[in-house]
């Protein structure tokens, strides 16, 4: 929505607003914010509202919160009297000047770069999680609150309730579900979103986190997106779809069309880069746990049905002509995500290579492998010519130090038992 700041703030006065929040991600994805009284709005809307930045990455200096009027949003699981509003914020140098490591401000950019070339581009997410028990002090357990399966009804399916009401919260901050249901693993749930600009989709994306895991735990639940919480259940996904047009026109096939020449680039294009971007959809030691597993992918592929590749080309009737890529997890960045991922295919579509689209097209082991662990990952993102172009030095060797951090510590336990301690300490709640 379009709002000026006289606009928002007689909303505030007349709905009883009397906090805003002011939310960031951080580098890893994680949200983040500052609570303001209503009174010091203004100021916020003409100067900035100045924070310690060191919640970014070490030595990071004061920074600025400057609000996206667009971007207001009440919150509806806070009381009616006493209104909680929140505002997604770019993040400014003291003088005013973009900080280099606002994703969010990167992917803005890079999106007004695409329309320039005549491109323009939605994006949507799935995104599954698991809902637990907590202990008799209130602490997440590993019981699942069900029993059920894929597509199960109640009784079977018992996280209806949270389910429903995580959508109904969703929608009334205009955030557009568009289904949900019960996924293959106990108590493990899925929502799935309307494409929508790709900056719109990654705040949705970060938000959708915050919802899920308020709203379990007003059910008495706790919400988890770690990749692999149950090590022999299916693992949680983030599927990210790509609706990309060039002059008005889809690159991607509407049902029972040809895939155009420009569509099969960008998949080419997606399919080259995936391992060098791997450390940035999935960045946990657990992520690599899910690939190969159930219908996680593997191997780097694609298909137009087949539910187990890389990449899926979707065919239905009523659904605008799209690509899914399937190897992701929440525990990723969506801004770094989906700029790495628009970017790998534009840069397909500049080279016009198709050879991989036409060696990869379902075939189940195409011989060319998603990297095996964080490490690995790891290695091929700090080589990548592609990751140094698109991703700031000062974002690259913050996210690298930590999951470098995170792969040693992992690596220095001997015993399945200590490795999963670790990732439960370090995931379980924070993912």
């Not at 009381?79 to 994703?103: A, E, Q, T």
């Not at 995936?274 to 959809?281: G, K, N, R, S």
């Not at 189940?364 to 998603?370: A, E, K, Q």
Request: glycine fraction near 6%; hydrophobic fraction near 35%.
């Amino acid at each position: 929505m379009s709002f000026t700041p006289k606009e928002i703030l007689s909303f505030v006065e007349e709905n009883d607003v009397k906090f805003i929040r002011l939310t960031f991600c951080d580098m890893f994805g994680n949200l983040k914010n500052v609570a303001i009284m209503p009174n010091e709005l203004p100021k916020a809307f003409e100067y900035g509202v100045p924070f310690d930045a060191s919640c970014l990455h070490e030595g990071c200096s004061d920074l600025l919160l400057v609000p996206d009027i667009a971007t207001l949003s009440v919150l509806p699981w806070r009381p009616k009297s006493g209104r909680v509003v929140r505002f997604f914020c770019s993040l400014k140098n003291l003088d005013g000047s973009d900080y280099s490591g606002d994703m969010r401000t990167r992917l803005t950019e890079y999106i007004n770069t695409l329309r320039l070339d005549g491109y323009s581009c939605e994006m949507g997410t799935k995104c599954e999680f698991y809902l637990f028990e907590l202990d008799e002090m209130g602490r997440p357990t590993k019981t699942p609150h069900d029993s059920g399966s894929y597509l199960d009804v109640a009784p079977l399916d018992r996280c209806e309730n949270a389910r429903r009401e995580i959508c109904l919260s969703l929608e009334e901050m205009g955030m557009n579900p568009k289904s949900s249901c019960h996924k293959h693993g106990p108590a493990q749930n899925e929502i799935d979103f309307r494409e929508s600009e790709p900056v719109t989709a990654a705040d949705n994306m970060v938000h959708y986190k915050t919802v899920v895991k308020s709203i379990a735990a007003q059910n008495g639940l706790f919400a988890s997106f770690m990749p692999m919480p149950l090590p022999d259940e299916h693992g949680s996904a983030l599927s990210i779809s790509v609706s990309l047009k060039k002059g008005g026109d889809y690159i991607f096939p509407a049902l029972g069309e040809e895939m155009p020449f420009e569509g099969k680039c960008f998949i080419n294009g997606v399919l080259s880069r995936v391992c060098d971007i791997t450390a940035f959809l999935n960045c946990t030691t657990n992520s690599y746990k899910r690939f190969g597993q159930g219908y996680a992918p593997m191997s780097v592929n694609w298909s137009y049905e087949n539910r187990s590749q890389l990449i899926r080309v979707p065919g239905a009737a009523g659904t605008s002509p799209r690509i899914e890529i399937r190897s992701a997890d929440a525990s990723c960045n969506p801004y770094i995500a989906f700029r790495l991922i628009l970017a790998a295919g534009i840069e397909g579509i500049e080279k016009g290579d198709t050879s991989l689209y036409e060696k990869t097209k379902d075939v189940r082991d195409s011989g060319i492998r998603l990297p095996y662990s964080l490490i690995d990952a790891i290695k091929l993102a700090r080589s990548s010519d592609f990751v140094q172009k698109h991703i700031d030095p000062e974002v690259s060797s913050t996210i690298f130090g930590r999951l470098e951090g995170n792969w040693y510590e992992y690596s220095t336990k001997h015993s399945e038992a200590e490795r999963t301690a670790f990732e439960d300490s370090t995931y379980f709640r924070y993912v």
